[in-house]
Structures are given as structure tokens and as C-alpha cells.
T-cell receptor
Framework: NAGVMQNPRHLVRRRGQEARLRCSPM?????VYWYRQLPEEGLKFMVY????????ESGMPKERFSAEFPKEGPSILRIQQVVRGDSAAYFC????????????FGNGTRLTVT | DQQVKQNSPSLSVQEGRISILNCDYT??????FLWYKKYPAEGPTFLIS?????DKNEDGRFTVFLNKSAKHLSLHIVPSQPGDSAVYFC???????????FGTGTRLKVLA
């Protein structure tokens, strides 16, 4: 499957625990985006990364959230000390990085904080 | 600050008729617009895009129209099919940034 792969599909965490969401971009893509969708809302931009670099994290909460895209391996979105308000669907997308190229999305990770 | 707006949260259309989904934007720097379709429990799927140098782009049953002066775009689906029932998101970006801003989505229901 050459599409964007996200895992896990579902993740349940208790308040205060850490959540790690993984994303492998499409083959040949080196640009990764993370979006969050809260219930009954649209897709909110969180962060845009290229290999080993965070390019734009303007949509990321200042505390508890971090993202990385190492030279080897998937991109990771990390949420420390999760709270109930973090419950949402988190979507990863990738692109080739050329101007005006569409984003290709994975099927998301649904995080539930109990 | 919602730069991309989809003011109709839902739309119902009879099978075989035209579906028209609307999207408005406020940032005049946007020069690339996209439409995505999303089924439950799946990620958004790219449908069609349009650059600001055009006012229309067509792909099969899907046509996107762009009115730059009104800062408005629309997606036409003709003829509508029950499999088109999904949530549709419009998105926008501009050259010099890689950020894509999404609207809140319109839920389309095509009735058989």
C-alpha cells in the first residue's frame, strides 16, 4: 500500500498519560502535515514538517504537543499528559512539496481520553 | 479567524440532480483551492483543485467554479449519486506557504 499510513487507528489513554501517533507518508513524499478534527468541526492545521525540520507549527498548542519527522522512520505526533479535550481524530497528510500539489491523507488516529 | 467558510453544514439532493456545494474565503492571497470528500472513519480524499488563474476546472461529474472578485468557489456534482453522500471540505492555500486552510465541511446526502 503506497498510501499514507497512520497507526494506531484507535488509541485510548487515561488523563495524564502520553499519546504517540505515527504517520508514514506516501512513497516519494517528504512533506508531512498533521491536522486535528474535533467532533462536529473541520480540519485544523497543527504542524508542517519536512525531513528533520519543523517548517510551520503555528497550529500546535504551545504546551504538551510536539512533532518530529526524523531522517529515518515515521513522523510522530506526541501529546504529553493528555486531557479530555485532546480527544479528537488526528489526520496526517503528505505531499510531494511542489507548488500547488494536493495533500494526501491517511485514515487518521482516533484518540479517546478517559 | 475562519479564513475559509462553508456556511451550509448540510445539503440533501435527489439522485440524478445537481449538487452545489459552496465555499467562501476572506484572504485575497489564496491562489490555490481544493475540494476533498470524506467518508466516516476514513481520511479526506482529494477530489479536484483549481488555480486562481482559472475560473473553472472540470473532472468527470465534478466541476469547480472560482469567482475571485466574490472570493467564492463552488463544487458542482452532476448527476449526483448515492455514493456521493459524504462530507465535503474546501481548502485553500497561497504560494509561499505550504499551509492548507480547510473549511468546516458540508454534509451531502444524496437520496435514492
Amino acid at each position: 500500500n503506497a498510501g499514507v499510513m497512520q497507526n494506531p487507528r484507535h488509541l485510548v489513554r487515561r488523563r495524564g498519560q502520553e499519546a504517540r501517533l505515527r504517520c508514514s507518508p506516501m512513497k516519494g513524499h517528504s512533506h508531512v502535515y498533521w491536522y486535528r478534527q474535533l467532533p462536529e468541526e473541520g480540519l485544523k492545521f497543527m504542524v508542517y514538517l519536512q525531513k528533520e525540520n519543523i517548517i510551520d507549527e503555528s497550529g500546535m498548542p504551545k504546551e504538551r504537543f510536539s512533532a518530529e519527522f526524523p531522517k529515518e522512520g515515521p513522523s510522530i505526533l506526541r501529546i504529553q499528559q493528555v486531557v479530555r479535550g485532546d480527544s479528537a481524530a488526528y489526520f496526517c497528510a503528505s505531499s510531494s512539496g511542489t507548488v500547488h500539489s494536493p495533500l494526501h491523507f491517511g485514515n487518521g488516529t482516533r484518540l479517546t481520553v478517559t | 479567524d475562519q479564513q475559509v467558510k462553508q456556511n451550509s453544514p448540510s445539503l440533501s439532493v435527489q439522485e440524478g440532480r445537481i449538487s452545489i456545494l459552496n465555499c467562501d474565503y476572506t484572504n485575497s492571497m489564496f491562489d490555490y483551492f481544493l475540494w476533498y470528500k470524506k467518508y466516516p472513519a476514513e481520511g479526506p480524499t482529494f477530489l479536484i483543485s483549481i488555480s486562481s488563474i482559472k475560473d473553472k476546472n472540470e473532472d468527470g461529474r465534478f466541476t469547480v467554479f472560482l469567482n475571485k472578485s466574490a472570493k467564492h468557489l463552488s463544487l458542482h456534482i452532476v448527476p449526483s449519486q448515492p455514493g456521493d453522500s459524504a462530507v465535503y471540505f474546501c481548502a485553500a492555500s497561497y504560494s509561499g506557504t505550504y499551509k492548507y486552510i480547510f473549511g468546516t465541511g458540508t454534509r451531502l446526502k444524496v437520496l435514492a
